[in-house]
């Protein structure tokens, strides 16, 4: 009696085990569902966050439109889970979202030890400074004993130190709890500079009192390349999503745009012809339709359209292309040829 | 011959100084030296902190308009507000189907006042309806999926309207909870003293963000990937639990303050264990505790503020989420006072209440 006892437990656990090893496939599952669950932040300008009805914006939001693009052929189907910095990678890992599009910085912790893969990178950001023009500095390096507006508890302050304590310069911290109070102590004068990453300065600068008294000096003193991630050991949903980015940046590349996308299925470039599915591998590789590239153009955009609008020239944040630029335009965008 | 006035004379008038507004403010404001040295500053400092706070929210303010560049600057900027008012209101709720939150919220609204209002008929009929049929109906508004109403899902739920559904979820269940476990508590059973016992001790141990957190971060690792509990719902059983612990001790405080002589009344009369408690005992307990009570629906009310660390927009967290958005950068202050206002009425006008409640259960007990 006791050995079949034992024997129906046994079962039960392997079974267990093996429904846990043998998930469905997130495209499976996201297509099944019929939506895609995308997880970005509670608000980051420029990156995600609601606008005036409610609707989700921002270039991370615009990669998970892109996802739900080449997946569904819908960039409306999303849920968005808005998560905090603490929350994302549980989220993550427990399948409560299927993507996490959230500002994340690729570092070798994370992509090792946390089960999950950075897809690719679709914003380059890094530590700036930024400074009143009436002190007449062009580099960071001038700025030996300025007291400097910092926000507490957070890696800025740590690569602030170590800047100053490698170019053997003094400073003087003013620490804040918020964004918000940083930027209204150094519109203040409470402070000569204001750190943080380079993407939130160009923010800040636009509510001071006089935006253009004020510059961002061109020295970045960290690198944050913040990128989508995904589950590990899902290798086909990893390559959807990694190459949903790619085609975003190859797009700009061959000059297809949203408004010309149409037309362009008419040229002879065998280069669009295959990013639009109408040559070469088209989808079958990712097991997506041929025209998955041509629904994100269609829907959302190319990568340079999505970067303008959110958080370039047409937007309030006016931040310069700079590292992410194309690779042919002096930044370091580059994606691996779609053939 | 001697003249006796057998009438007294007329009272003389109080001095002036002693009555009317002047006496007043010699009494309480400039009855020393020292004390009128207090009154002169205490007036600067109003002086210095408030017609400068009514210029900047309503003289100078702006109020009209549709972006930033409506606001002068002067003031405060109640555009902010006033463009996403439906947004800080519902949240990600469609616009179409506002009319579902309205309609709940009114109806509720409505059955309450009924059941709090002297006057009103047939109190008990409206009261099974509140707690029986109430719910149901507002899950199928605020929820849908039947009755030909689309689904909108619960993380589409957000705003004042949130905060009210967290807080009043709290409060209906966390009171029947916490009487429940404080009978528990109280009682001789042993398995009932000692489960209520383990129950109230753990929940009050732990912090409210801790709950939360298990129940956002933790809970979900531990589950199937199939069997999803929407984050709303962990939240609020999060919630309901540890206020119901709170609520346990509150009324624990109630029933340790009847004297051991109602008990032993009720017993000589016959009545069973249920018919004492909730003829003899109960009326009498919760009615000395209403202000333990009211202060726990209170710091209940702001405490679902917490629900924005797990990524629930709640009103603060919807306000918060709208400084984020890059065409209004640097108009927080408004928001916080919007919030802070909304809070404000809501926890004074559930004080005022419960005063009042106080003065018309009062019958003696107090000293």
Known sequence: MRKITWSIVAVVVALFISAGIAQASTKDEVQKRGYLQCGVSTGLPGFSNPDEKGHWTGLDVDVCKAIAAATLGDATKIKYVPLNAKERFTALQSGEIDALVRGTTWTLTRDSSLGLNFTGVNYYDGQGFLVSKKMGVKSALELDGAAVCIQGGTTTELNLADYFKENKMEYKPVVFDTHDATAKAFDNGRCDVLTSDQSQLYGLRTHLTKPEDAVVLPEVISKEPLGPVVRQGDDAWFNIVKWTLNAMIEAEEMGVTQANVDEMKNSNNPGVRRLLGLDGIGGKGLGLNDDWAYQIIKQVGNYGEAFERNVGMSSPLKIERGLNALWSKGGIMYAPPLR | ?367
């Open chain 2, 1 to 367: 011959m001697a003249v006796y006035i057998t009438t007294p004379s007329p009272a003389l008038p109080p001095p002036s100084t002693s009555v009317g507004v002047l006496g007043w403010m010699r009494k309480n404001l400039f009855s020393s030296f020292a004390n009128s040295i207090l009154t002169l500053i205490g007036v600067y400092l109003l002086f210095l902190i408030i017609p400068p706070t009514i210029n900047w929210a309503l003289f100078q303010a702006d109020w009209v308009g549709t972006s930033r560049e409506a606001c002068s600057g002067e003031g405060a900027c109640w555009v902010f507000v006033t463009v996403r008012f439906q947004q800080f209101m519902f949240g990600f709720y469609p616009p179409s189907e506002y009319w579902r939150v309205v309609v709940a919220f009114s109806l509720v609204g409505f059955l309450i006042a009924w059941l709090l209002i002297e006057e009103t008929p047939k109190k008990g009929l409206v009261g099974i309806f509140t707690i029986f049929c109430y719910p149901v109906i507002a899950y199928l508004l605020f929820y849908g999926g039947a009755l030909g109403l689309p689904v909108v899902e619960t993380h589409k739920w957000g705003g004042l309207m949130l905060t009210l559904i967290l807080a009043t979820i709290g409060m209906f269940c966390a009171l029947p909870i916490g009487i429940v476990l404080a009978l528990g508590r109280r009682s001789t059973m042993p398995i009932a003293k000692s489960l209520s016992v383990v129950f109230i001790e753990f929940w009050r141990g732990v912090p409210l963000i801790t709950v939360l957190f298990m129940s956002s971060v933790m809970l979900p690792i531990f589950m199937p990937e199939e069997l999803q509990i929407d984050k709303l719902l962990r939240a609020l059983i999060g919630i309901v639990f540890f206020q119901s612990a709170y609520m346990a001790e509150v009324v624990r405080g109630g029933l340790q303050a009847i004297p051991k002589g109602q008990y032993e009344a009720a017993e000589a009369l016959g009545l069973s264990y249920w018919k004492c408690t909730f003829f003899i005992i109960l009326p009498q307990a919760l009615k000395l505790v209403i202000p333990g009570i009211v202060n726990t629906f209170i710091a209940l009310f702001k405490d679902t503020t917490l629900v924005l660390i797990i990524g629930l927009f709640d009103l603060l967290a919807v306000v918060q989420s709208a400084f984020a958005d890059a065409k209004w950068i640097g108009y927080s202050v408004e928001g916080y006072v919007f919030v802070a206002g909304i809070y404000w009425i809501s926890c004074f006008s559930m004080s005022r209440y419960s005063q009042y409640l106080e003065r018309k259960l009062h019958t003696g007990h107090a000293r």
